[in-house]
């Protein structure tokens, strides 16, 4: 049984509050930004990019330079070659980004099968680990939380029509075609970023179950942000705790706590949804409920 004198001596080891203050400020980062993405059925685009980055790592390693100093460029680039190819192809985004994902996963295994050793451990990089979070991860963290917050609010309104209606809000001045490749090279960024907390397998989750909670709870545009990036944080803190308690994996313990609290907002959404129905109609985004500008 977990007891304070355990919390207490956790909490007292300065890897464990790296780890911490890393896990509040990734899961607020991935809050923010997921919660666009989710409105804006990005969020295999998420997916994509996290599993295609294992491609990124693997290069890395056989040119034998550090694999988190390559996945940043690598999912920049990635991020700008597939907005050009979703924007020059009549195809659907999802089948696009299904070719992208197995092509790179699959060349990411065959390069794999000629790497004889790696000393940083490839299990980390596939499950994360915050754990080892440096303190220059912190700055870079928050210098990118910082940067997210600010794009963000200073293009709400510019976010806020390019998600009810793309055509709309080019109509009305929206400089749609650079407001989408800033989001997704920042999301690319993101997911890169936080690929060493909670790794390749599960970063998509720790990007979407924030919002798609916070979806459930708020209406209001800025409070559904708000309430993303607040789940995404504290959830990512219980999680570590339970890790650190447990001794178990970081990364998952996250996800886990993420989904109860994605299982949590359900429940109470089921009445808020009853009080909603007598309210007059909104308007409406593909794929949700109402919501207020």
């Keep these: 049984m977990v007891d304070a004198g ?42 994509a990019l996290g599993h295609s980055a294992l491609l990124g790592i693997t290069i890395g ?24 190819l979703v924007e020059r ?12 994902y197995s092509s790179s996963l699959a060349a990411a295994i065959l390069a794999l099968s000629l790497v004889k050793h790696y000393r940083g451990g490839i299990r980390r990089l596939l499950f994360g680990d915050i754990l080892g979070v440096s303190n ?6 928050g210098v990118l939380l910082t940067a997210a917050v600010i794009y963000v609010g200073v293009s709400l309104r510019a976010q806020v029509l390019l998600t009810l209606n793309e055509q709309l809000a080019g109509a009305v001045g929206v400089r749609t075609g650079w407001h989408r490749l800033a989001f997704i090279v920042l999301l690319a960024v993101v997911v890169a970023v936080s690929i060493k907390a909670v790794g390749v397998l599960l970063i998509s989750a720790f990007v979407v179950i924030p919002a798609c909670a916070g979806r459930l709870l708020c209406r209001r545009f800025p409070y559904y942000i708000s309430a993303s990036a ?10 570590l705790l339970v890790s650190g308690l447990t001794n178990l994996p970081s990364g998952p313990s996250v996800v886990m706590v993420q989904f109860l609290g994605f299982v949590m907002a359900l ?27």
């Design 61 to 84: 390693i056989l040119i034998g330079v550090n694999p988190t100093l390559i996945l940043i460029p690598f999912a920049v680039v990635f991020a700008i070659l597939v907005n050009q």
């Design 267 to 293: 429940i109470l959404s089921s009445s808020l949804l009853s009080g909603r129905s007598r309210q007059p109609a909104r308007p409406r985004i593909p794929g949700a409920g109402p919501i207020d500008l």
């Design 230 to 239: 607040a789940l995404g944080g504290s959830c990512a803190l219980l999680g």
């Design 89 to 100: 192809s009549s195809l659907p985004t999802d089948a696009l980004l299904n070719i992208v």
């Design 136 to 141: 220059l991860d912190l700055v870079v963290i």
């Design 6 to 47: 355990s919390l207490q001596l956790i909490l007292a080891e300065s890897f464990m509050q790296r780890a911490l203050l890393g896990g509040l400020l990734t899961g607020a980062l991935g809050g923010v930004l997921g919660s666009i993405a989710v409105l804006r059925q990005l969020s295999f685009f998420s997916d």
